[in-house]
């Protein structure tokens, strides 16, 4: 046993000791991306992870022979399952069912491998220092080994790499240890040539992996988001993006915000309830658009609902909101609700074939940025809702910031008029948002301000509404045309007004 | 036809054309065969995933037509008042007429298994789309019939104002009209991006002519151009327009500029299927300037359409007339009877039976080339079918499972690219009202005003579907680079007499006003091509005309 060999054991330690910790933090880190409460999400895993390790370390001694081999084989598998593991749990965590075993899974199939390589390299090394110098170096170099994946990790991995791509280099990592020290303990270890094989194909097969992690979350559309991609997918009408940031969880459709959880409460709660409290009868609700089932969240507080209509386009936004843990503590489960019924349609196409009455419509549409979402914005779809709306109902149309685009807001607000609704323009503030506006729209001037609203609200309140009912001038009443199928006036000025802010 | 004095010297002139029709037409049709021969010996460039095939109209009629194809002796007869031979807006506008006047005891013969003539439309799972006549514009205030049939049909709502209401799902959507040029996409056809001063002068002023010829009335207190243009005003200062061809017109008026000149030929050959040299300046000014029709709840000159485009308006006109009308027949014999009355010889297509109808009274609601191989007195008639243009054109409904976008405004209803051969493509999803839609079908238009139309016409009936696609596909390319890999299904459809071509003096000429005479107060003619513009309105008015001269003849 020579001096080299030594200093390649001791290498190693190091580097499965950075690697076993890189892998940890990988794991408390995609954890509390995707299923948020940092603070839980890297306490559970660092103790899963560490209680794994001991595991492992139990089971070392169990290994009595070739433990030279057992090592190598150990170091490939560690590489080839820490590597994968954040792909396989980006792509796993659409079914949020299961996504909490997976994790757990394979946090401790990862601690249990880690946890055996130190017992089983002492043990290769024991006859090659005293028991006081192996102690004393194992520990250092595992030490040393920490604290470099501690600054490494979020220093340079993180930024430069991402979580995906920084798995597959540690995993490269871990196999190349595994393939220089079969190289060198040739002669020691049996079946050396079917290691070394294994080991290459494995290094290839990460190599590959590395080189299109980019293709889960592209390196192009993670620029163009300022927080952490989580989730992104295409489905067939839009690209759904989910960021995560502390706490904070956005939902972004095509690049524009949907809404961010620390404010979007008030949103939904302007939306809903200056209406639905109106209507203490109201029994049968529709909501257009929406598919997050926040508007519907906050219409289910009311007891006396029978149903909840949700039109939305995009199957693969319900499912999503439907589905996830995370989403679903945001919605409140909403759209499970034995009241909600989710429809998957076009709502032009749908409102036009309907027959049906309701008390209170949301209408939520993305905002009017082209001619197609125009459409939903014209006199000939409010005047097909109108004919679903209640004699006493109340409509609610999303539309758009009166301050940045006063005259998109005041667009809708004139074609509601155009239809015969008598419409209560009202707005507030959003901080992601900016000032934002509502129009309410009734069939008869009936409209009286709720005096009191249901408890647990955070925003809304009866002297609030006052409030959101007055406009100040700069961002009052501007004449504006009608929005119609046939001019589509609401896209070209949305388009203008945003176009001088952004 | 050579035995009549009155056409000597027009024969004579007639066996030269015929001559170098001849070689014209001998070196197309070669050429296309040649290369489709190349093609089958070097298969390569086959667009393999493309689906579809070439269809148009009933080509056995043609042949019994054209060739005189020895049909058996009638042996049955039947009766009927009125009887009336083509089912396209003329023939239906006719129809509905009898009808609302209360004149039940007509029939309606039409030989192709379906009605509608150039208002034929098809479908498939993503879209209906027209094969032919895509839109109306909105109805000129004074056109009353026309507007009491919009109202009927529902296209017209109800009056607010004094203005039509239109109803919102048939006005075009927004956004309408595009134009591909130097290198970018911009809103409307009239070209505006990249282009020079100088030719935005000229357009200007072309554009500021039409707003006065739009007023001008003649000395006759008529408009200078009306709609029917049987309206427009017999003053010599205007007719004589249709003395020159618009592109001599243009020259005089010093118009130079290449990108009106463009718009302008654009122009025609989408309204007449034929280039400046080809159409009077009469017809050519009456494109644009005709067209004064006002609505409460639309812009001037607002376009009317739906996704089978006018099989619409056509399934509106036809919806009274239902139970008149026998499809798969056809009238290749039709004379008058001396002492009143008509005897038209039908085959019926489906069992090659032939019999006669006898009728007191006719409309042939036909183009000229066929009335003069069916109509006995055809010679009698007064008028040289040599004048008679009739411009073929290609369509093509292309279904896409995703279309390209190119640089500037996004996808319009009327699509069309700078300085190609095809007019560009109509959206025919553009009236779905669902906000998205992954798959479209596009229609695309192309005239086949290269050669002269007998040439072009006997060009498009020799090419195979893969020599279409390699005219249409390459276009398409330019048009938004990367497309072939996003088609599905390219549905051809050939025009042989696709419409009537108004050539210099054929509208103001004898020729037009001898061929709508009635004969012998009991046959009776109704065709766009005695308006020498094809367009709904005059069929709709030339329906209405003949029906009228029926009835006034039963009194």
Same mark, same amino acid.
């Given at each position: 046993m020579n001096?080299?060999?030594?200093?390649?054991?001791?290498?190693?330690?190091?580097?499965?000791?950075?690697?076993?910790?890189?892998? %940890?933090?990988?794991?408390?880190?995609?954890?509390?991306?995707?299923?948020?409460?940092?603070?839980?999400?890297?306490?559970?895993?660092?103790?899963?992870?560490?209680?794994?390790?001991?595991?492992?370390?139990?089971?070392?001694?169990?290994?009595?022979?070739?433990?030279?081999?057992?090592?190598?084989?150990l170091e490939i598998l560690v590489g080839i399952v820490g590597g994968t593991s954040s792909t396989i749990l980006f792509l796993v965590f659409e079914n949020a069912a299961s996504f909490r075993i997976i994790l757990y899974s394979l946090v401790g199939l990862t601690g249990i491998l880690v946890g055996l390589e130190i017992p089983l390299l002492m043990r290769i090394l024991k006859d090659r220092y005293e028991f006081k110098d192996l102690v004393s170096?194992?520990?250092?170099?595992?030490?040393?080994?920490?604290?470099?994946?501690?600054?490494?990790?979020?220093?340079?991995?993180?930024?430069?790499?991402?979580?995906?791509?920084?798995?597959?280099?540690?995993?490269?990592?871990?196999?190349?240890?595994?393939l220089i020290v079969c190289v060198n303990f040739k002669k020691e270890v049996k079946a050396a040539a079917y290691l070394q094989t294994s080991a290459i194909i494995s290094i290839l097969g990460l190599l590959i992996g590395f080189v299109y992690a980019t293709t889960i979350t592209s390196y192009a559309e993670s620029m163009t988001y300022s927080d952490t991609i989580i989730y992104?997918?295409?489905?067939?009408?839009?690209?759904?993006?989910?960021?995560?940031?502390?706490?904070?969880?956005?939902?972004?459709?095509?690049?524009?915000?949907?809404?961010?959880?620390?404010?979007?409460?008030?949103?939904?709660?302007?939306?809903?309830?200056?209406?639905?409290q109106a209507l203490p009868g109201a029994k049968d609700i529709l909501v257009m658009g929406g598919g997050d089932g926040l508007a519907v969240r906050e219409i289910l507080r009311y007891p006396q609902i029978r149903s909840v209509t949700l039109v939305d386009l995009d199957k693969g936004m319900t499912e999503l909101f439907k589905s996830n843990t995370m989403l679903l503590a945001l919605n409140k489960r909403s759209l499970l609700s034995p009241k909600v019924k989710v429809i998957n349609a076009d709502a032009f196409t749908w409102t036009r074939e309907q027959k049906r009455k309701f008390d209170f419509i949301v209408i939520d549409f993305p905002d009017p940025s082209n001619f197609s979402v125009g459409k939903l914005y014209t006199n000939t779809f409010y005047s097909l809702v109108k004919e679903m709306l209640a004699p006493n109902g109340i409509m609610v149309v999303q539309s758009t910031s009166p301050y940045v685009a006063p005259k998109s807001f005041w667009t809708v607000d004139k074609t509601l008029r155009s239809v015969g609704l008598h419409t209560i323009p009202y707005h507030n503030y959003v901080p992601s948002f900016g000032d934002w506006g509502y129009v309410m729209a009734t069939k008869n001037i009936t409209y009286k301000k709720p005096d009191h609203y249901l408890p647990g609200m955070r925003f809304i309140s009866a002297g609030g509404l006052n409030q959101m009912l007055y406009f100040p001038p700069d961002m009052a009443r501007v004449e504006t045309e009608v929005n119609k199928l046939n001019n589509q006036v609401l896209v070209k000025y949305f388009e203008d007004e945003w176009a001088a802010v952004l | 036809?050579?035995?009549?004095?009155?056409?000597?010297?027009? $024969?004579?002139?007639?066996?030269? $054309?015929?001559?170098?029709?001849?070689?014209?037409?001998?070196?197309?049709?070669?050429?296309?065969?040649?290369?489709?021969?190349?093609?089958?010996?070097?298969?390569?460039?086959?667009?393999k995933n493309i689906k579809g095939s070439i269809k148009g109209p009933n080509a056995k009629a043609g042949h019994i037509l054209r060739d005189k194809t020895p049909l058996p002796v009638p042996t049955e007869a039947r009766k009927v008042k009125t009887l009336i031979?083509?089912?396209?807006?003329?023939?239906?506008?006719?129809?509905?007429?009898?009808?609302?006047?209360?004149?039940?005891?007509?029939?309606?013969?039409?030989?192709?298994?379906?009605?509608?003539?150039?208002?034929?439309?098809?479908?498939?799972?993503?879209?209906?789309?027209?094969?032919?006549?895509?839109?109306?514009?909105?109805?000129?205030? %004074?056109?009353?019939?026309?507007?009491?049939?919009?109202?009927?049909?529902?296209?017209?709502?109800?009056?607010?104002?004094?203005?039509?209401?239109?109803?919102?799902?048939?006005l075009c959507f927004d956004p309408e009209e595009r134009l591909l040029i130097n290198g970018q996409w911009q809103e409307g056809l009239v070209p505006d991006f990249g282009i020079k001063p100088e030719d935005r002068d000229q357009i200007k002023r072309f554009f500021r002519l039409i707003d006065n010829l739009k007023q001008a009335k003649g000395t006759d207190g008529r408009y200078a151009f009306d709609i029917p243009l049987d309206n427009s005003s017999a003053d010599e200062k205007f007719r004589d327009l249709d003395k020159s061809s618009?592109?001599?017109?243009?020259?005089?008026?010093?118009?130079?500029?290449?990108?009106?000149?463009?718009?302008?030929?654009?122009?025609?050959?989408?309204?007449?299927?034929?280039?400046?040299?080809?159409?009077?300046?009469?017809?050519?000014?009456?494109?644009?300037?005709?067209?004064?029709?006002?609505?409460?709840?639309?812009?001037?000159?607002?376009?009317?359409?739906?996704?089978?485009?006018?099989?619409?308006?056509?399934?509106?006109?036809?919806?009274?007339?239902?139970?008149?009308?026998?499809?798969?027949?056809?009238?290749?014999?039709?004379?008058?009877?001396?002492?009143?009355?008509?005897?038209?010889?039908?085959?019926?297509?489906?069992?090659?039976?032939?019999?006669?109808?006898?009728? %007191?009274?006719?409309?042939?609601?036909?183009?000229?080339?066929?009335?003069?191989k069916i109509?006995?007195?055809?010679?009698?008639?007064?008028?040289?079918?040599?004048?008679?243009?009739?411009?073929?054109?290609?369509?093509?409904?292309?279904?896409?499972?995703?279309?390209?976008?190119?640089?500037?405004?996004?996808?319009?209803?009327?699509?069309?690219?700078?300085?190609?051969?095809?007019?560009?493509?109509?959206?025919?999803?553009?009236?779905?009202?669902?906000?998205? %839609?992954?798959?479209?079908?596009?229609?695309?238009?192309l005239p086949l005003c290269d050669y002269e139309p007998r040439v072009a016409r006997l060009a498009a009936y020799t090419r195979t579907y893969q020599q279409w696609l390699d005219i249409v596909i390459p276009e398409l390319e330019y048009i938004h680079p990367?497309?072939?890999?996003?088609?599905?299904?390219?549905?051809?459809?050939?025009?042989?007499?696709?419409?009537?071509?108004?050539?210099?003096?054929?509208?103001?000429?004898?020729?037009?006003?001898?061929?709508?005479?009635?004969?012998?107060?009991?046959?009776?003619?109704?065709?766009?091509?005695?308006?020498?513009?094809?367009?709904?309105?005059?069929?709709?008015?030339?329906?209405?005309?003949?029906?009228?001269?029926?009835?006034?003849?039963?009194?």
């Open positions: 001096k080299k060999l030594h200093v390649l054991l001791l290498l190693s330690v190091f580097v499965v000791a950075t690697c076993g910790l890189i892998y %940890e933090l990988i794991a408390g880190t995609l954890a509390s991306y995707l299923l948020g409460d940092s603070v839980t999400q890297f306490s559970t895993i660092i103790g899963a992870y560490l209680f794994s390790m001991g595991i492992g370390s139990w089971v070392s001694k169990y290994f009595e022979k070739n433990i030279v081999y057992w090592f190598i084989q170096r194992v520990f250092t170099f595992d030490y040393i080994g920490a604290l470099l994946a501690s600054l490494v990790f979020p220093l340079l991995l993180i930024p430069y790499l991402g979580l995906v791509k920084t798995s597959y280099l540690v995993g490269i990592l871990n196999v190349t240890v595994a992104s997918k295409s489905t067939s009408y839009q690209r759904i993006v989910l960021t995560k940031k502390g706490k904070v969880l956005r939902l972004f459709l095509n690049g524009n915000l949907q809404f961010s959880s620390d404010d979007e409460y008030r949103y939904h709660e302007a939306l809903v309830h200056p209406g639905l | 036809m050579s035995g009549q004095p009155f056409y000597k010297k027009e $024969s004579l002139r007639n066996g030269i $054309s015929r001559r170098a029709f001849l070689l014209k037409a001998g070196i197309v049709t070669s050429g296309i065969l040649l290369s489709g021969c190349i093609k089958k010996i070097k298969p390569g460039n086959s667009y031979i083509g089912s396209g807006i003329s023939g239906l506008s006719a129809a509905r007429w009898l009808k609302i006047q209360g004149h039940h005891d007509f029939e309606l013969i039409e030989l192709e298994d379906h009605i509608g003539g150039n208002s034929h439309s098809g479908s498939n799972a993503v879209s209906s789309y027209p094969l032919g006549a895509h839109y109306v514009t909105i109805a000129n205030n %004074e056109d009353e019939l026309l507007l009491d049939f919009f109202q009927e049909c529902g296209a017209i709502t109800h009056y607010e104002k004094g203005l039509p209401v239109y109803d919102e799902y048939y618009f592109k001599e017109y243009l020259k005089q008026e010093g118009y130079t500029s290449p990108y009106l000149l463009w718009y302008l030929n654009y122009c025609c050959k989408d309204d007449y299927g034929q280039q400046t040299d080809k159409v009077s300046a009469w017809a050519g000014l009456h494109y644009f300037a005709a067209r004064r029709g006002k609505a409460a709840n639309a812009e001037s000159n607002a376009v009317l359409t739906w996704p089978e485009g006018n099989g619409w308006l056509m399934k509106k006109l036809a919806e009274g007339v239902k139970e008149h009308v026998k499809q798969g027949a056809i009238c290749y014999h039709i004379a008058t009877v001396p002492n009143g009355g008509i005897i038209a010889r039908m085959l019926d297509l489906k069992t090659n039976k032939t019999y006669t109808i006898e009728a %007191e009274k006719a409309i042939l609601a036909t183009p000229q080339f066929v009335n003069q109509f006995e007195g055809a010679p009698k008639r007064g008028f040289s079918l040599d004048k008679l243009h009739y411009s073929p054109w290609f369509i093509a409904n292309i279904t896409l499972n995703n279309l390209p976008q190119g640089k500037g405004a996004g996808l319009c209803w009327d699509n069309v690219p700078y300085n190609t051969a095809s007019v560009g493509y109509v959206n025919a999803n553009q009236q779905h009202v669902n906000a998205v %839609e992954n798959k479209k079908v596009i229609t695309y238009y990367g497309i072939t890999d996003n088609i599905e299904q390219v549905d051809g459809w050939i025009w042989g007499h696709g419409m009537i071509a108004p050539d210099v003096n054929y509208i103001w000429g004898a020729d037009r006003k001898n061929a709508q005479q009635p004969i012998d107060g009991s046959l009776f003619f109704a065709h766009t091509d005695l308006s020498g513009i094809s367009i709904f309105e005059e069929a709709f008015h030339q329906g209405i005309k003949a029906a009228k001269q029926v009835l006034s003849s039963y009194v």
